[in-house]
Nanobody, 121 residues
């Protein structure tokens, strides 16, 4: 499984960005996908995850602002980020796990490269 993340950039507080993660490989449609972020000097944290059937979970800090979705035909998982705050700044990574149907318990079996999100105040 290979993952390619994109869509990061510089945005002002209150703005929006949409990140994309293209998941390729023979099992790309049967993996749970997670979006993680790592701020400077901090540990990587799970932001959102989506199961094969569309079940989702979110970190408390992003609930109501971020939306994760997947388009299996395009083998892509999106993270729509609205009402961005300066503490959303960090490198965002997508991961994939072989998982039971609709499980959102992602561990990070496969990783893509990060895409940088910077939110200015």
């Amino acid at each position: 499984v290979q993952l390619q993340a994109s869509g990061g950039g510089l945005v002002q507080a209150g703005g929006s960005l949409r990140l994309s993660c293209v998941v390729s490989g023979s099992i790309s449609s049967v993996v749970a996908v997670g979006w993680w972020r790592q701020a400077p000097g901090k540990e990587r944290e799970l932001v959102a995850a989506i199961g094969t059937g569309g079940a989702t979970k979110y970190a408390e800090t992003v609930k109501g602002r971020f939306t994760i979705s997947r388009d299996n035909a395009k083998k892509t998982v999106y993270l729509q980020m609205n009402s961005l705050k300066p503490n959303d700044t960090g490198a965002y990574f997508c991961s994939a796990d072989r998982a039971p149907w609709n499980s959102v318990n992602v561990r990070g079996e496969y990783w893509g490269q990060g895409t940088l999100v910077t939110v200015s105040s």
